[in-house]
């Protein structure tokens, strides 16, 4: 059952940005290699770094969840998992090089995130423009290492 939905229009600027606990005041890695590019997500302590198709505005849908959702994987290009300890409970929604874009209270303890990724195919020429679709589903779930679920060939 969904706790709450909320739609996000994010500057994802170097194609990240970036899902944490603000109360951890995390660093954002900054030693990416391809396989992070290939996974669309890195992890860190207390973050999880979404990686776009596009370093644009994006439309990004966050869902809170009590449990697992179902998944359709023929409805997206690229889907894949990671866990995000919450130790304040808080989770905060950041552009790499912006501001914040939400905080929003979830209650302390790890959570599954899991980004679907759409529209990756619509990129126009020049990387611009697109009708690429982010959309975040976040529940309660014991820590487990990243995972791609449905892996985006170009």
């Given at each position: 059952?969904?706790?709450?939905?909320?739609?996000?229009?994010?500057?994802?600027?170097?194609?990240?940005?970036?899902?944490?606990?603000?109360?951890?005041?995390?660093?954002?890695?900054?030693?990416?290699?391809?396989?992070?590019?290939?996974?669309?997500?890195?992890?860190?302590?207390?973050?999880?770094?979404v990686?776009?198709?596009?370093?644009?505005?994006?439309?990004?849908?966050?869902?809170?969840?009590?449990?697992?959702?179902?998944l359709?994987?023929?409805?997206?290009?690229?889907?894949?998992?990671?866990?995000?300890?919450?130790?304040?409970?808080?989770?905060?929604?950041?552009e790499?090089?912006?501001?914040?874009?939400?905080?929003?209270?979830?209650?302390?303890?790890?959570?599954?995130?899991?980004?679907?990724?759409?529209?990756?195919?619509?990129?126009?020429?020049?990387?611009?423009?697109?009708?690429?679709?982010?959309?975040?589903?976040?529940?309660?779930?014991?820590?487990?290492?990243?995972?791609?679920?449905?892996?985006?060939?170009?």
């Open positions: 059952m969904s706790m709450m939905q909320r739609s996000y229009k994010i500057f994802a600027d170097y194609f990240q940005f970036y899902l944490w606990d603000p109360g951890a005041q995390p660093d954002a890695p900054t030693d990416y290699a391809a396989i992070d590019n290939q996974n669309r997500l890195k992890v860190g302590e207390n973050i999880v770094v990686l776009p198709e596009r370093n644009m505005t994006v439309p990004v849908t966050i869902e809170l969840l009590d449990d697992e959702p179902e359709d994987p023929a409805q997206w290009d690229h889907i894949a998992e990671a866990s995000l300890e919450l130790p304040s409970g808080r989770l905060e929604i950041h790499c090089t912006g501001e914040s874009i939400d905080v929003l209270s979830l209650g302390e303890g790890c959570y599954r995130v899991r980004v679907c990724f759409s529209g990756l195919h619509t990129l126009s020429e020049n990387g611009l423009d697109g009708d690429d679709h982010y959309a975040i589903s976040l529940w309660p779930a014991p820590y487990t290492h990243l995972s791609v679920i449905k892996q985006f060939e170009r």
